[in-house]
């Protein structure tokens, strides 16, 4: 047996042998990250630029796409190259950095989503006290303790993960460093301090997920006593993208980290992480995109001031 200090990278997994094949894997992930890059990077913007978005609920929406673009960025570049130039490999550091990161940006997206149900909580159930409770220095550290939150528990999860002992092939059942995959390409006598750290990090998912769900289950009952359909209709499109989004990343997130990594790979754990590391960043912008009129009303105002500016710009003649 040798220790992962000896080890100089691994091989993460590659899509196929056939050379065409690598080609569509790469133009496929190119065009996912194409849409969630163009996506999170016109709503950070234009959360940015407009002064009526400059809200509690739009701050934990600007934060939430700069995190989908940040954590879509950690995985799927690095795979995209490894498609197009048939090199399958990553140094230790590279891996250990891009484990780092996904757990970190992983767990501060069930912060934000949480603080965001916390928001609609508050606007809906208690608005005469919304500008109280959800006032620039509350939201400020709740972003704040997130990100602390996040590190800690990425560096602390990270650093157990490392310190196990390498031994067998060195070769990833996956297109990233992921915990699962990893896990079982170490000696399996000394899991105790990683089981923990996923121990610890369920409970605080699980918390996550109750206080989202006692959030919604007081928003729903509100909303019911609403009068007025056009009331009614405001709120569940206000609030029902938040919900599918947060679903499709906690349930693929639970289902991943309850399965025991000691079983053997199959298709279901390649898909599963790929799934809810990929999918949401990319069908976030859509969503609130799509079912947001803020968010639609700043859009044209920005392609409006973009076609003013052209139209005002004196051509020039030769």
């Not at 620039?136 to 560096?155: D, Y």
């Amino acid at each position: 047996m040798a220790n992962f200090t000896m080890v100089r990278g691994f091989l993460l997994m590659g899509f196929s042998k056939t050379w065409e094949l690598q080609v569509l894997h790469a133009m496929l992930f190119l065009l996912i990250y194409l849409v969630a890059l163009m996506g999170n990077l016109l709503i950070f913007t234009l959360i940015s630029l407009d002064g009526h978005l400059h809200n509690p609920m739009y701050f934990f929406l600007k934060n939430l796409s700069f995190l989908d673009f940040c954590l879509i960025s950690t995985t799927v570049p690095k795979s995209i190259v490894n498609s197009l130039s048939c090199s399958h490999s990553i140094s230790s550091l590279g891996c250990m950095l891009q484990f780092f990161l996904v757990i970190l940006f992983s767990g501060l997206e069930i912060f934000l989503l949480t603080a965001t149900s916390y928001d609609h909580y508050v606007a809906i159930c208690q608005p005469l006290h919304y500008d109280v409770i959800m006032n620039k220095g509350n939201c400020l550290r709740m972003a704040v303790v997130s990100w602390i939150t996040g590190g800690l528990f990425g560096v602390l999860y990270s650093a157990n993960t490392f310190s196990l002992t390498f031994c067998g092939s060195n070769e990833i059942h996956q297109f990233f460093c992921y915990t699962s995959s990893l896990l079982r390409i170490f000696c399996s006598d000394s899991y105790i301090a990683v089981h923990v750290t996923v121990a610890i990090r369920i409970i605080i998912g699980t918390l996550c997920c109750i206080s989202i769900a006692i959030s919604y289950g007081h928003i729903f009952s509100t909303v019911l006593k609403i009068q007025t359909t056009e009331g009614r209709s405001k709120v569940f499109s206000t609030c029902l993208p938040h919900l599918v989004v947060l679903l499709i990343f906690i349930t693929t997130a639970f289902m991943d980290y309850l399965k025991p990594p000691w079983d053997s790979a199959s298709i279901l754990d390649l898909l599963l992480p790929v799934f809810y590391i990929v999918v949401p960043p990319t069908l976030n912008p859509v969503i609130y995109s799509l079912r947001n009129k803020d968010i639609q009303i700043s859009v044209k105002k920005l392609m409006s001031r973009k076609y003013f500016s052209e139209r005002l710009i004196p051509k020039s003649f030769p």
